[in-house]
């Protein structure tokens, strides 16, 4: 169901890994931020909303990880030929329209 | 006022040369190039740009903001600061888009997402704005320090305005974007742990954590009634609370008077809002009594006071009522009233689906603003800011932790402060007037924190202060060398010569911060409007541009323009003249949405969409979400895309 294998060409193409792992970051956000206010008011709640914001934080990376390394690592490489190309646009050696 | 010890000038002292010695410490490394003045030469592991993110939207305004939303809608406030989730977004989605176009700006983001003269005028406009926007910010900020100072300090407003902003220019001068995430990460450190100290603290003042939640579920019901100004000055005035009960299953109406009353023009805040019998708002007493206003009182017009009555169980409608007759008529002042006050420890209090002072509505488009938004670039005020620490990052993958990172910090941070915010709450619930209580945080500091530990919270408040103006400093810098300088008046400049440029852009942005700051005065009106509509009618354009293909820069133009009309019409200007009555935020976000999308949609497609070579070459670099089909397909025939399958 999660895939965690990539070959560079996989990870740059969107998949619901990508789309998983927004929905759950913004959930794990909301139970922070929640989980904080109840937690510093010594609600049992707070304790319990801050702890499963933390575990899905985790599991985000669990799902994502693997990809967004396949993804980075590839984009590395051609970093240095996108500066050049940005450097040369940003002194008008390389315009169109 | 607070008097500070020469251990706490000692304390402030030793902070400020340790930022102005981080200042001087990098100034080798920034000097050597644009890239590293502005980006730190793009090598920053992911910790340090995330704490930078934290400590730059830790403002000294944060917690006058914050505090204020709190003492309005209790736990439910927390939602006015969730607004950082469009970042969880974002880091899977828009963050890597941004961080492969590698453009140092949005503006220039421009040049590389659209093509030809259109690009330029963007690029143009958004360099010209974010300039401005970077000295009103920081002329912003500077006004809350000045207001703070001036609480706390008795100093007169241009030492909190111009003061600190001076000594943080020596480091962003010196240092630029490294001395600026350096300084950061210090006074992120410093400004959690005094935020986590102080939180702690104003909660254990208020009687410990369980003490507070016991007395706010206990206390009276309360409604800030604001007299109206031209309400004429009578003696004969009666308020009336209504509720409808439900005793043994069977529905009841009850009713309680107050007054008669007195409203009167006069110098002074009329009823006192601290006398005994207000502050004391624990009731012991059965059935329903107003307590605040009561016979003889005297009211001013223009003024907020809180209306008190004894909380009923099982009331299923509250309302309150004003006679001008000593009760021979009535007329419905507010309805939907809560009862009692234990509405505060639910994080869901809404007053009605649209309407009251926090509808579902607004939540629900909040929400949507924020998650939707983190699809798009530019989607907020704060993009601009976390788009120079994606770019900052070393790579990719520590692109998309910063953003995380910096986020839930931010979130962690509201979470405390809304838990303070509370408590502080149980110690002053009678104020009406926001302003009153804005600063309660801080001065829950002043008061409460241990001898010696007062030095440490002026240095965190300054910490808080100086990450919020240091990062604008460079900013606005960084879109006034790299886009206005750099590309239109000498795009063949030095790298030596583009970081004195950088500098002198910081000097003009730090002067024209205190022009600013001495003219604004209302700081949550602004930030409200900076908040909400300047970004209304651009929100929808900002996705669109990453996530459809055929969306150009005519369309992108268009609702620029007639964004920063419609939404000074819409917000400002009909209103004043009666044209349209005055919309709640929610309200003005949809209409100036609809409004913009009935501009650029036309000029999107009655007009030729990008250059397709462009296009592809933007596809390959950053692999846009979204509707790029036919960009996608061209790439593919010429061969750019190896290892994927044609469509």
Not at chain 2, 585 to 605: A, I, K, S
Not at chain 2, 611 to 638: C, Q, S
Request: aromatic fraction near 14%.
């Amino acid at each position: 169901m999660i895939k965690r294998d990539w070959s560079p060409a996989e990870a740059d193409t969107w998949t619901r890994e990508d789309w998983l792992a927004a929905a759950l970051s913004v959930i794990a956000f909301v139970l922070v931020a929640l989980g904080a206010t109840y937690a510093f008011l010594l609600r049992p709640i707070g304790f319990v909303l801050l702890g499963t914001g933390v575990a899905l934080g985790g599991l985000v990376s669990w799902i994502v990880g693997p990809k967004l390394t396949a993804v980075s690592g590839e984009y590395e490489k051609k970093q240095a030929e996108y500066v050049e190309q940005l450097e040369r646009i940003v002194r008008w050696e390389d315009h169109d329209g | 006022m607070i008097q500070l010890a020469p251990l706490d000038w000692l304390w402030l002292s030793l902070f400020l040369i340790l930022m102005i010695g981080t200042g001087v410490a990098f100034y080798r490394l920034a000097r050597r190039s644009e890239a590293d003045f502005f980006l730190a030469g793009r090598r920053l592991p992911w910790w340090l740009p995330a704490v930078s993110v934290y400590a730059t939207h830790t403002a000294t305004d944060t917690p006058i903001f914050v505090t204020g939303v709190v003492f309005l809608h209790g736990v439910s406030g927390i939602w006015y600061t969730i607004f950082p989730v469009w970042v969880a977004v974002s880091a899977f989605t828009s963050t890597r888009i941004f961080r492969r176009s590698v453009a140092y700006t949005i503006a220039e983001w421009q040049n590389l997402r659209f093509s030809g003269i259109r690009a330029e005028m963007l690029r143009g406009w958004f360099a010209g704005w974010q300039f401005f926007m970077s000295m009103f910010v920081l002329g912003w900020v500077g006004a809350a320090m000045g207001k703070i100072t001036t609480i706390l300090f008795g100093w007169p407003g241009w030492i909190g305005i111009v003061g600190f902003s001076t000594i943080c220019a020596v480091y962003v001068l010196a240092a630029g974007y490294w001395g600026v995430v350096v300084a950061d990460f210090q006074q992120g450190i410093i400004a959690f742990l005094l935020i986590l100290f102080v939180s702690i603290w104003a909660l254990l003042a208020a009687g410990g954590p369980a003490a507070v939640v016991e007395r706010i579920g206990r206390m009276n019901s309360s409604y800030t009634w604001a007299v109206p100004s031209d309400l004429p000055p009578s003696s004969d005035y009666m308020l009336k609370i209504e509720a409808r009960v439900v005793e043994a299953g069977v529905p009841r109406m009850r009713s309680a008077t107050a007054g008669p009353f007195t409203v009167a023009l006069g110098q002074d805040d009329g009823a006192d809002p601290e006398r005994p019998s207000f502050a004391d708002m624990y009731a012991e007493k059965e059935g329903l009594e107003v307590l605040f206003p009561t016979t003889g009182d005297v009211l001013r017009p223009g003024r907020k006071y809180k209306v008190l009555w004894t909380p009923l169980p099982d009331t299923e409608a509250l309302s309150l009522h004003l006679s001008r007759d000593r009760g021979a008529s009535w007329a419905v002042v507010a309805d939907r009233l809560r009862n009692g006050q234990a509405w505060r420890l639910s994080p869901f209090a809404f007053t009605g689906y649209v309407s009251g002072d926090f509808p579902l509505a607004w939540f629900l488009t909040m929400l949507v603003m924020a998650t939707l938004g983190g699809l798009g670039v530019g989607t907020n005020s704060d993009w601009f800011v976390e788009a120079q620490r994606i770019q900052s990052a070393r790579t990719l993958k520590e692109a998309s932790f910063v953003m995380l990172g910096g986020g839930a910090s931010v979130l962690l941070r509201n979470g405390m402060w809304v838990a303070a915010g509370l408590g502080l709450f149980s110690l002053m619930p009678q104020y009406a007037e926001t302003a009153r209580v804005e600063t309660a945080w801080y001065e829950a500091g002043f008061r409460y924190l241990p001898v010696g530990m007062v030095g440490l919270f002026v240095a965190g408040i300054v910490a808080i202060h100086l990450s919020t103006v240091s990062t604008r400093l460079n900013l606005g810098a960084m879109y006034a060398t790299r886009d206005l300088y750099h590309h239109y008046v000498k795009p063949d400049a030095s790298e030596r010569e583009l970081v004195w440029v950088g500098r002198v852009s910081t000097a003009i942005l730090l002067l024209g911060s205190f022009v600013y700051g001495m003219m604004i005065t209302e700081i949550t009106q602004w930030l409200i409007f900076a908040m909400w509509i300047m970004f209304a009618g651009v929100w929808l354009p900002n996705i669109l541009q990453v996530v459809w293909w055929r969306f150009n820069a005519w369309g992108y133009l268009s609702a620029w323009i007639s964004s920063l009309v419609f939404s000074w019409l819409v917000v400002w200007v009909l209103p004043l003249f009666g044209v349209i009555p005055r919309l709640p935020d929610f309200v003005q976000f949809w209409v100036l949405l609809v409004l913009g999308t009935l501009v650029f949609l036309p000029f999107t497609l009655l007009t030729p969409p990008e250059n397709m070579d462009h296009l592809v070459r933007f596809y390959v670099m950053t692999r846009p979400i979204g509707f790029w089909g036919p960009v996608k397909a061209e790439a593919l025939r010429r061969g750019l895309l190896p290892g994927e399958a044609g469509p």
